[in-house]
């Protein structure tokens, strides 16, 4: 894995290698093994390399063919990359180095665009033909690798990280942006929080000519299999699916540095460590997140695994202290306001695995795939209160009025905001004029047909974009390459089409995978309930250094932003200061927001990381 940064100009106006290295130099931490640079009279191009496929100088980047006629920079890790390569040598290829970025260059040049249906991994690359002046820019199938630009009258930029074009650009709030960001905590789509800043969406690619603005093409589209209906067997269905988990999971440890585990403790890391230790036969080093308060702790699951697998298992201790401490820099490395609170100590967890090995397996994706989130029993939520309303069924056991009233008010909202945990009124009555603008999210899910397919179709477009930056961005903050095995485009093809009364059977979330894990885990915490990173923001935001930051949201600087309903937030703050209420839902992602503005829009050249 790695980063890299492209300038192409449109008009033959000249590229300067000094801001090409400036840009470069903001994502040292995405390649501190080595660095590269090709420039030409039209297009530059700054490459970080992380070395863990072929450490030697020939998997050194920007990469040109043996005719000199294209030049590739590459991020990311292509898992078939060795059968890929035999291919190529059938039809003549002559390979020089043993890396697979050399396999995408030459993939490329034999087959053409054709070449991404044939990948299977994590990627972002852009590919130059040098005499025809044409481009070639490609994401991977599920967005795992982020890839950024944004264009004027004379030049195209493309960077991994948004950062690096603030050598080149003024960055501005993206005003029409900030509903999303702020209510459902991710822009989705190709938008971002910064004003003509863009993503290249997952699973697209574009061909740029000489003198024009990008125009992008869908290769892949990760939700049209929900639409499918699969009638299989459970039981070959089961059968079918571990071996192709176990093969995905095998795959994700090409690596010439070795790998850890990320191991939560719950049944998504804990599979991948039985299935790693069973099938490769070695011991691994996993890590773990703890708190030292009681609000959290999953040690007690974590040690359970590692104890049955014998890993040499490393428990990081965090707390309020560090999560203070490390709130700005993660900011930094994110580019966007912090809204999955525990990312910080992802990145804290990251720089301790490092000491082991750049390469890291983590269990994101698994929850998207199967169906892991409690919002998919919503619709079946609904009948039950129907059916208890015709029956006319009331009694001490079942839930006071004021529950049914909440339930009502939720199942009532459209299918995106049954995701929201939080009334989206607390948040939006801080601000004056959001611009409500959710198309991208709606017109997804609107495409499909059951509620289980929409809710899947809008996790598995827009959150789990948000998830794997997450992942991303947190890591290579560490120079820590994440690996995410659940994540494969061929596993959402063979599940997605499966129906949803086998993959939520018996009420059980993830029952597919469950089923497997039996196999490998013990089945009291494997049927137990879901647990995320959950952090204790109601009490830090009362005391301690992160309730210190809180009067970000209402000093001077605050307050000439034009946009805060300054009353509302005051009240907010006082209330929950006061334990009146508990506000830190909406509270954080407002405070994460706040030093965002400060370190990128009001002045993106005070932080250096």
């Known amino acids: 894995m790695c980063g890299f940064v492209t300038i192409i100009s449109k ?65 990311g890790e292509l898992y078939n990359y060795s059968i890929l390569r035999k291919k190529l040598q059938r039809e003549g290829v002559i390979f020089f180095s043993t890396s697979d970025t050399e396999v995408v260059l030459q993939a490329f040049i034999h087959w053409g665009e054709a070449c991404l249906e044939k990948f299977t991994g994590m990627f972002a690359f852009i590919i130059v033909n040098i005499p025809t002046k044409e481009v070639f820019v490609a994401r991977d199938h599920l967005g795992i690798k982020p890839l950024y630009y944004s264009e004027n009258n004379d030049f195209i930029f493309f960077s991994s990280e948004i950062k690096s074009l603030r050598h080149v650009m003024a960055f501005e709030l993206n005003h029409d942006a900030l509903y999303e960001q702020l ?20 699973g697209s690619s574009s061909k740029i000519i000489f003198g024009n603005s990008p125009q992008w093409n869908s290769y892949y589209d990760l939700t049209s299999s929900l639409d499918y209906r699969e009638n299989i067997g459970e039981k070959k ?39 790693l230790s069973k099938d490769l036969e070695q011991h691994l080093d996993t890590f773990s997140i703890t708190l030292d308060d009681t609000y959290f702790d999953e040690s007690k ?52 695995s490092k000491e082991d ?29 129907l059916a208890l309303k015709r029956l006319g069924i009331r009694g001490n056991w079942l839930p006071p ?14 299918v995106i905001d049954r995701q929201l945990y939080f009334q989206k009124e607390d948040i939006t009555s801080c601000f004056y004029n959001l611009r409500e603008n959710t198309g991208y999210r709606d017109d997804d899910v609107e495409s499909h047909g059951s509620y289980l397919s929409q809710m899947l179709a809008h996790d ?91 009067s970000l949201l209402t000093d001077q600087t605050a307050r000439q932003r034009g946009f805060y309903n300054h009353n509302r937030i005051e009240a907010a703050i006082d209330d929950h200061m006061q334990g009146k209420s508990n506000n830190a839902k909406y509270l954080s992602p407002m405070l994460t927001f706040e030093i965002w503005m400060r370190m990128f829009i009001d002045n993106p050249f005070s932080y250096m990381s």
């Open 11 to 75: 008009n033959n106006k000249p590229i300067s290698k000094e801001i090409v290295k400036r840009m470069t130099d903001d994502i040292i931490h995405r390649g501190p093994d080595d660095s590269g640079y090709w420039l030409s009279d039209w297009c530059g191009i700054g490459f970080r390399r992380l070395s863990i496929i072929d450490l030697s100088e020939h998997g050194h980047q920007p990469m040109l063919d043996p005719s000199r006629t294209y030049v590739i920079a590459y991020n």
């Open 183 to 202: 209510v459902y905590r991710y822009v989705s789509g190709p938008a971002t929080p910064f004003k003509n800043i863009y993503k290249c969406l997952p």
């Open 237 to 275: 269905f089961l059968h079918i699916l571990e071996n192709s988990l176990r093969e995905s999971i095998k795959l994700h440890t090409a690596s010439d540095v070795g790998f850890n585990v990320q191991l939560s403790g719950g049944v998504d890391s804990s599979f991948i460590t039985a299935i």
């Open 301 to 352: 699951y974590q040690k359970m695994v590692s104890s049955s697998y014998f890993t040499k298992h490393h428990e990081i201790r965090v707390n309020d202290k560090l999560f203070a401490e490390s709130l700005e820099r993660a900011t930094w490395h994110m580019d966007v306001p912090i809204v999955h609170m525990g990312c910080v100590f992802l990145m804290v967890l990251c720089h301790h």
């Open 357 to 385: 090995s750049k390469v890291i397996l983590t269990g994101e994706g698994a929850d998207e795939l199967f169906g892991g989130y409690s919002r998919y029993y919503l619709d079946k939520t609904t009948h039950l209160v």
């Open 401 to 414: 009025l004021s529950f049914f009233a909440g339930l009502k008010k939720r199942l009532s909202a459209k």
């Open 460 to 550: 598995q477009k827009c959150y789990l974009s948000s998830v794997l930056d997450r992942q991303d961005k947190m890591s290579m903050a560490a120079s820590v390459e994440a690996r995410v095995p659940f994540c494969n485009h061929r596993l959402f093809d063979m599940v997605n089409p499966i129906p949803g009364s086998l993959k939520l059977k018996e009420n059980i979330p993830k029952y597919l995978l469950k089923k497997i894990a039996e196999t490998y885990l013990d089945k009291s915490p494997l049927y137990r309930h879901k647990n995320g990173l959950n952090l204790p923001l109601d009490k830090w935001l009362r005391k301690g250094p992160l309730s210190e930051r809180l």
